[in-house]
């Protein structure tokens, strides 16, 4: 299925971010990338640097929300999706369905390839919620609630601000909106490796070159599928309910599975 095309007027390019940024920063492609860079330095750092650094995970998150209001103009906020227009009923249920069904199937193809083995991606993200360790410390409900409610929230926003917004809308501005989905799904699935196939232990970093390779494209084609719920409905709130809701799917299967 081809993404629907999102056609915006050239001209509105140089509307799209502050004059500020503009003049500091270059287009707004080449903004946006500079941005994804920066922000991906701040998540790797906070996934693979000393403990101390992991509350910077949470704060590049906050960053991802801030983005619209430091370096979008008000006609750059309408333009990525920031407006009620396209926020019906049907979008939301089915936007909520796609991520859902992204969630089991790439759940599903991690348990049939790898099974509780450390290469498959569902293990490690367990691990990375400390799982096994919290288990007993509090009730089940509340455990689940505690992890649940923060990924269903900070990085759906977060994400789908910078990737399926700012990325997106910035690409096709300068090309077309198939240069802009292929652009986010890339670096969508390749920051990505940071919660499976880059990992650091007592003996350094390592890569888990198949499984990682599998988890970009995994995350590439979930992107997709995120995109066209933010072109379909011309908004990125239902792209960020379907985010909430893969989140919330996955979380579900892992602790079915392997808590």
């Known amino acids: 299925m081809q993404a629907p095309a999102l056609e915006i007027p050239r001209q509105t390019e140089d509307a799209f971010i502050r004059p500020f940024w503009g003049r500091a920063l270059g287009a707004p492609w080449c903004a946006s990338v500079l941005v994804l860079v920066l922000l991906t330095c701040a998540r790797a750092y906070a996934m693979l640097g000393p403990p101390s650094a992991r509350p910077l995970f949470l704060l590049q998150f906050l960053a991802m929300w801030t983005l619209p209001f430091v370096l979008l103009t008000p006609a750059g906020r309408r333009e990525i999706g920031l ?15 796609a991520g859902a069904a992204c969630a089991l199937g790439a759940f599903a193809l991690g348990l049939v390839l790898f099974g509780q083995s450390p290469q498959n991606w569902n293990v490690t993200v367990r691990d990375s919620f400390r799982l096994p360790e919290l288990r007993g410390s509090m009730p089940g409900p509340l455990l689940f609630a505690t992890i649940a409610l923060p990924a269903m929230i900070f990085s759906p926003i977060g994400e789908e601000i910078l990737f ?22 890339f670096s969508f699935g390749l920051v990505h490796l ?66």
């Open 83 to 97: 407006r009620k227009s396209g926020n019906t009923v049907a979008a939301f249920f089915w936007s909520a369905l």
């Open 164 to 185: 399926r917004g700012v990325i997106q809308q910035a690409f096709t501005l300068r090309w077309k909106a198939g240069i802009g989905t292929a652009v986010n799904s």
């Open 194 to 259: 940071l919660h499976h196939g880059i990992a650091r232990d007592a003996a350094g970093i390592h890569l888990q070159f198949l499984s990682g390779s599998l988890m970009v494209l995994l995350m590439e084609a979930t992107s997709y599928v995120f995109t066209l719920c933010r072109l379909r409905s011309a908004s990125l709130w239902p792209a960020m309910v379907a985010h909430s809701t893969y989140n919330l799917a996955m979380i579900v299967g892992i602790f079915l599975y392997f808590a």
